[in-house]
């Protein structure tokens, strides 16, 4: 991975952030959740989303025309 590449990272960080959803949504369809782990999981989804919002608007400027 060229790490100066944000193309490429923002694909991972999107690909990241659909695994924990998929895995949230597992763990809470469950019934016995662990509801700190879920609420961690939920965090960590907010975090990835506001990366791939300031990573998306970096890569693609909002130009006012």
Request: glycine share 4%.
């Amino acid at each position: 991975m060229n790490d100066d590449d944000p193309l490429e990272l923002l694909a991972l960080l999107k690909n990241e952030h659909r695994r924990l959803d998929g895995e949230t949504e597992l763990l809470r369809l469950s019934g016995n959740c662990d509801q700190l782990e879920l609420a961690r999981m939920k965090k960590r989804k907010l975090a990835l989303r506001d990366q791939i919002e300031q990573l998306s608007d970096r890569i693609v400027p909002d130009i006012i025309a």
